[in-house]
């Protein structure tokens, strides 16, 4: 039996070349992981699409089982670089500590805020769907939505009579006001939905709801076809965002833009890089809160997202736990920056 020869061989957790195997181990660990998610090249995209905290619990489990009074120098070594990671690669802590502020709130009271809401529906659930107009947005973004005469009739109990619906085959929106699609090029395979939006307060904004092609995640790292179709994935999700940024470059500069839906890509990866310059991440400066949103029980991944432009200010965004999608709700609310001078509908 394998545990009597592992007594024979009497290993002593003192002994040097037990604290390389496991203090460097760990190190190594680390240090590989910090490499691969810095680059962040194809070729690793199996390991890409897995929550960057993953590795940090077993790497610092195997630098803790060589933990002694004698020998605890690497041990150390390997704790404190397992920080550094965290720090550096790991963004659901920050929003933990972040806090609004009293001058956002304010701001939010006195301005003109809009308030949007992105769901992934699970495979078209009308209740799902429903759970949105519990916090009253201004314009909902669905992803894996309801068939369209669904939407339309669920848009009048959502968002109230003067509800208008954009609805595709995998995504829609509804919104207040007056609603003007806007159709890309090839619009059958496109993994968007695009609208201009006069909302009742005079704004007008283009909004994109978006669910780029999913990856899935596998456990089966050993394998080499799942190494192959990660990155066969992640090569048709960079065409997607380059498409996404192509028509977002094409809204006008002084109209705002939000961008919302189920990126299906965890937060950090530089793919979003594309979409970087006119729009950005409003968890990153208002997010509050955990913000993992898959799975929605047990949340470990952010990759449903609300972007916008700078016309617009993002004073909170956070992700509410829902009852009938596997997906959790992202709710964000955003003041119009008076100084942008973003297009106002005028009045005949």
């Known amino acids: 039996m394998a545990w009597p020869l592992f007594q024979r061989i009497n290993v002593s957790r003192q002994s040097i070349w037990f604290q390389a195997v496991v203090g460097g181990g760990s190190i190594a660990l680390c240090l590989a992981a910090a490499l691969v998610f810095w680059i962040q090249p194809d070729a690793f995209a199996a390991v890409l699409v897995l929550p960057r905290?993953?590795?940090?619990?077993?790497?610092?489990?195997?630098?803790?089982?060589?933990?002694?009074?004698?020998?605890?120098?690497?041990?150390?070594?390997?704790?404190?670089?397992?920080?550094?990671?965290?720090?550096?690669?790991?963004?659901?802590?920050?929003?933990?500590?972040?806090?609004?502020?009293?001058?956002?709130?304010?701001?939010?009271?006195?301005?003109?805020?809009?308030?949007?809401?992105?769901?992934?529906?699970?495979?078209?659930?009308e209740n799902a769907a429903a759970e949105v107009g519990n916090y009253h947005p201004d314009i909902a973004l669905f992803q894996e939505t309801p068939l369209r005469p669904i939407v339309q009739r669920l848009a009048p109990r959502v968002l109230g009579p003067d509800a208008?619906?954009?609805?595709?085959?995998?995504?829609?929106?509804?919104?207040?006001?007056?609603?003007?699609?806007?159709?890309?090029?090839?619009?059958?395979?496109?993994?968007?939905?695009?609208?201009?939006?006069?909302?009742?307060?005079?704004?007008?904004?283009?909004?994109f709801t978006i669910r780029l092609h999913p990856y899935g995640i596998r456990a089966d790292l050993w394998s080499p076809s799942c190494?192959?179709?990660?990155?066969?994935?992640?090569?048709?999700?960079?065409?997607?965002?380059?498409?996404?940024?192509?028509?977002?470059?094409?809204?006008?500069?002084?109209?705002?833009?939000?961008?919302?839906?189920?990126?299906?890509?965890p937060t950090g990866d530089k793919l979003f890089r594309i979409l970087d310059g006119r729009i950005h991440d409003t968890f990153l400066t208002a997010g509050h809160g955990w913000g993992d949103t898959l799975?929605?029980?047990?949340?470990?991944?952010?990759?449903?997202?609300?972007?916008?432009?700078?016309?617009?200010?993002?004073?909170?965004?956070?992700?509410?736990?829902?009852?009938?999608?596997?997906?959790?709700?992202?709710?964000?609310?955003?003041?119009?920056t008076p100084q942008e001078k973003p297009v106002v509908s005028e009045a005949p």
């Open 53 to 125: 905290w993953l590795w940090i619990l077993p790497g610092i489990a195997l630098a803790l089982v060589g933990w002694t009074r004698q020998r605890k120098r690497i041990v150390l070594v390997a704790v404190s670089l397992w920080f550094l990671y965290a720090i550096f690669f790991m963004q659901e802590w920050r929003s933990l500590f972040r806090f609004r502020t009293q001058s956002a709130q304010a701001s939010a009271e006195n301005g003109k805020t809009v308030r949007v809401v992105s769901l992934n529906c699970s495979a078209g659930d």
């Open 164 to 207: 208008q619906v954009l609805s595709g085959s995998d995504v829609s929106l509804i919104a207040h006001g007056k609603l003007t699609p806007i159709t890309p090029g090839n619009a059958q395979s496109a993994p968007f939905g695009h609208a201009r939006i006069e909302l009742p307060s005079g704004l007008v904004v283009e909004v």
């Open 295 to 336: 799975d929605n029980d047990f949340p470990f991944i952010r990759i449903d997202q609300i972007w916008c432009d700078g016309h617009l200010q993002p004073v909170s965004t956070v992700a509410r736990k829902t009852v009938n999608s596997d997906h959790r709700m992202v709710v964000c609310d955003l003041l119009v």
């Open 227 to 265: 190494w192959r179709e990660q990155r066969e994935n992640r090569k048709l999700q960079r065409q997607q965002f380059q498409w996404l940024a192509r028509e977002v470059a094409k809204v006008p500069a002084d109209v705002p833009v939000i961008l919302g839906g189920d990126f299906n890509l």
